[in-house]
């Protein structure tokens, strides 16, 4: 059974930090690249981060460049994202997604709830 359970959200100041995780299950986690997206109140889910099956490259939205760091830990099948300097306009719900190479396969988690308020 495929499984992405996001963990790591909660409520924070402006300006500090959160970590958030994505433990995967139940297919072969180092053969998809693997993505954070995030759906603030009232606006659709939009891309956040993004790093390829190797972690050699990563991408990120403009809007989080410089202040979001995704990694993964392939023999640990993980996704994380570290968030500094966080904005009230990062409240939002986390999620990572899996996307498998060449296929159309693509996995969800259920989320993870980010709040940065003071």
């Known amino acids: 059974q495929v499984q992405l359970v996001e963990s790591g959200g909660d409520l924070v100041q402006p300006g500090g930090s959160l970590r958030l995780s994505c433990a995967a299950s139940?297919?072969?986690?180092?053969?998809?690249?693997m993505k954070w997206y995030r759906q603030r109140p009232g606006l659709e889910r939009e891309f956040v981060a993004g790093?390829?099956?190797?972690?050699?490259?990563?991408n990120y939205a403009e809007s989080v460049k410089g202040r979001f760091t995704i990694s993964r830990d392939n023999r640990r099948k993980t996704l994380s994202l570290q968030m500094d300097n966080l904005k009230v306009d990062d409240t939002a719900v986390y999620y990572c997604k899996a996307e498998g190479m060449g296929t159309d396969t693509e996995y969800w988690g259920r989320g993870t709830q980010v709040t940065v308020s003071s």
């Open positions: 139940g297919f072969t986690f180092h053969y998809y690249v």
């Open positions: 790093v390829t099956i190797d972690g050699g490259r990563k």
